[in-house]
């Protein structure tokens, strides 16, 4: 048996141990096959396996299986590999949890009808999906979506219920239509119509719709970006509703590539409903390490950095901020990932989307659409949707000064515990109390002198003692786990 200890966060105090057997890591390994990857599990050992070297030598190789999970942002975010590391969290069964709800809607509304789960299509763990029809129209097929709520939801049930009851009246050339949406006070349930071409992801990574998130996006079986004229064309769509988003003061911070739907040559965004549930977004863990992006626009900007580096290469970054970017199609591509992605941007922040629009990959684009926007939302429910929004960004800024102020703490011990400080504090000790000692003979000297010159005086001043040196301070090391 291996303990895990596993810790949530940056805090010490969210951790706890569990413990695991080699035959669970290979469950595991055996489940997260259908990705693709080739994963670093040590491999089987029927006779020695319970020698103490080869056990030293097996937790080693379990402690990088976990490392190379936990650090693959898709891996790191799928419900096998929370149930494996967190099972008291996430233990119950969530497609069950939404069926439950999905049948309790339909007993008020009979004309929907359940044609079959779509599992795993998505990668949110408490978002479930499901292929519809309507009984009277057999052939049409829907898809219905339900979610229960995240950390960020702060409206109020009321004002959460009938923003939700809104989607539908949304008309916009590049927002994906609603057709159905309602909201219980625990989660949210909308219907759309379902597309077989699938999304901006699925056409990058070549990936059929109803296949689960796995399988299609972690091991692309061929990495190629897309054409130049459809990176400025899609850029500028996605950029157009973003700007109408934010002009309406609609929060939105969940742009990526499987959030926008291909329709024809037409890009439109999905899931609206995503901020008024208070879900986390995708790329949470990356604008979290960065305390300029700290409001909701701008971490749309910094999204859309991702999404048009996908674009570009077919696939996403190593890590961020991004040093240097590979051969680009134009370097216009290249100065608007400068200004999403880069260290500067990150280190300085995030570019208007007006400012985006200016640039030169996307100012000379025209868009061809009669189709105008509408999309009205009641001044007493903009108001609710101005504080959530603020509600939003104030826990955004909590948390990254949080991650600030670790890593700053994590870089001085980790400094201030190194071979070649230790070194130094040696050397300066060493130093200080040679001083000390040279400074308490003189002292000596030229008190032992000045009793000999004394006149008659028969006492002697006593001798002072060499004062100890300092010892030096004690290194605490940090251990990251």
């Known amino acids: 048996e291996y303990i895990i200890r596993v810790q949530r966060g940056i805090s010490a105090e969210n951790s706890w141990q569990i413990v695991r057997r080699y035959s669970d890591f290979d469950l595991l390994n055996n489940s997260l096959q259908i990705a693709g990857l080739s994963l670093p599990l040590p491999p089987k050992k029927l006779i020695g396996n319970m020698d103490r070297e080869f056990i030293a030598e097996r937790q080693k190789g379990l402690q990088n299986y976990l490392n190379v999970i936990t650090t693959n942002h898709i891996l790191s975010n799928c419900e096998l590999v929370k149930k494996f590391l967190d099972p008291n969290n996430y233990s119950a069964n969530y497609t069950e949890i939404a069926l439950q709800q999905v049948s309790m809607f339909f007993r008020s509304e009979p004309k929907w009808e359940v044609v079959e789960p779509l599992k795993d299509i998505g990668w949110r763990i408490r978002k479930k999906y499901f292929l519809m029809k309507i009984k009277n129209q057999p052939k049409e097929r829907l898809v219905l979506s339900w979610a229960d709520l995240g950390p960020d939801k702060y409206l109020s049930d009321k004002d959460f219920q009938c923003l939700i009851k809104l989607l539908p009246s949304c008309l916009h050339p590049y927002i994906y239509r609603v057709i159905f949406a309602t909201a219980n006070e625990s989660s949210a349930l909308l219907i759309r119509t379902f597309n077989e071409k699938g999304t901006l992801k ?148 995030m570019p208007a989307v007006s400012r985006l629009l200016q640039m030169p990959l996307f100012s000379d684009v025209l868009l061809t659409t009669s189709e105008k926007p509408q999309f009205k939302i009641p001044t007493k429910l903009k108001e609710a949707l101005r504080i959530a929004k603020e509600c939003i960004e104030k826990r955004l800024i909590e948390e990254q000064k949080q991650i600030h102020q670790h890593r700053r703490l994590t870089r001085a011990q980790s400094h201030h515990g190194s071979e070649e400080e230790r070194k130094k504090r040696k050397i300066l000790a060493r130093k200080k109390s040679k001083r000390s000692a040279i400074e308490n003979s003189e002292e000596y000297s030229a008190k032992y002198s000045n009793s000999n010159n004394s006149a008659g005086s028969g006492a002697s001043s006593p001798l002072t003692s060499p004062s100890s040196p300092t010892p030096p301070s004690t290194a605490v090391e940090h251990a990251p786990f």
């Open 202 to 349: 699925d056409l990058i990574y070549k990936a059929k719709p109803k296949d689960p998130f796995l399988k299609k996006y972690c091991n692309p079986k061929k990495i190629q970006g897309l054409e130049l004229q459809q990176i400025k064309t899609y850029g500028r769509q996605i950029l157009e509703v973003l700007k109408f988003l934010h002009d309406k003061g609609f929060p939105y911070g969940h742009l990526h590539a499987s959030n926008v739907m291909l329709d024809g040559d037409t890009c439109r965004l999905l899931d609206l409903e995503n901020s008024l549930l208070g879900l986390p977004s995708f790329y949470r863990s990356y604008f979290t390490q960065f305390r300029k992006i700290n409001t909701l626009e701008s971490v749309d900007v910094h999204c859309f950095g991702h999404l048009l580096y996908e674009m570009t290469y077919g696939r996403p970054p190593d890590s961020v901020p991004v040093d240097s970017f590979p051969p680009a199609p134009s370097m216009a591509v290249v100065a608007v990932l400068e200004s999403t992605l880069s260290c500067d941007a990150c280190k300085n922040g």
